[in-house]
């Protein structure tokens, strides 16, 4: 099915350890999204890509980084892992042009543990 | 980027209909109006969308009056399987769309 495909579906990682979560889109979508959504919140944004070769920092980017690898591939490493990163991650993708909106695809996230 | 509120939580039994009202007062010319739902454990997914006047499809239908400054997303007759988190966003052509804690909507046999 088309969608959006995230990995891995759970991690649990020591304090201080690191790791790349994957996402991947086959929707021809130009733009992807990091969040991050903690109990009883809303998502929150990390780094968004408007479209491939470009990143930007969203709302919480602290202690994360991002790769917009190619137009389907966008990951978002954790360089060493904090306690307070402890989260479910959800990737998302759409297509925005000019004069135009389109709704986001979710993946059905990634929940990380940080002991 | 406008912002929205909606209720934190909205409680219903099965074979209602359930309305919830999102205020969105800053909305600008070219913003849409977008609904997700939230299962637990699951990404959001798009329910619904629109820019005035009534959008209505399979699963929901969506009020928007004339002024834009709210919206009112209407689910008919629910189930027990309509029990999740409903997001109200409000946008346009950027990347940086909040999604407040939305509304939990229970529903009740």
């Known amino acids: 099915n088309a969608g959006v495909t995230q990995t891995p579906k759970f991690q649990v990682l020591k304090t201080g350890q690191s790791m790349t979560l994957q996402c991947a889109q086959d929707?021809?979508?130009?733009?992807m999204y990091w969040y991050r959504q903690d109990p009883g919140m809303g998502l929150r944004l990390i780094y968004y890509s408007a479209s491939e070769g470009t990143t930007d920092k969203g709302e919480v980017p602290n202690g994360y980084n991002v790769s917009r690898l190619n137009k389907r591939e966008f990951s978002l490493r954790l360089e060493s892992a904090a306690p307070s990163q402890t989260s479910v991650y959800f990737c998302a993708s759409s297509e925005v042009q000019v004069g135009q909106y389109y709704g986001y695809t979710f993946g059905s996230g990634t929940r990380l543990t940080v002991v | 980027l406008a912002k929205t509120t909606q209720p934190i939580s909205m409680d219903s039994y099965e074979g209602q209909e359930v309305n919830i009202t999102c205020s969105h007062n800053?909305?600008?010319?070219?913003?849409?109006i977008t609904w997700y739902q939230q299962f637990p454990s699951q990404g959001p997914r798009f329910i619904i969308q629109g820019y005035k006047t009534k959008v209505t499809n399979e699963v929901a239908s969506l009020f928007i009056p004339a002024d834009r400054k709210s919206s009112t997303l209407s689910l008919p007759r629910v189930s027990l399987s309509d029990t999740a988190v409903y997001y109200c966003l409000v946008g346009s052509n950027d990347y940086k769309l909040s999604f407040g804690a939305g509304t939990t909507v229970t529903v009740r046999a």
């Open positions: 800053n909305i600008a010319t070219n913003d849409y």
């Open positions: 929707m021809n979508h130009n733009s």
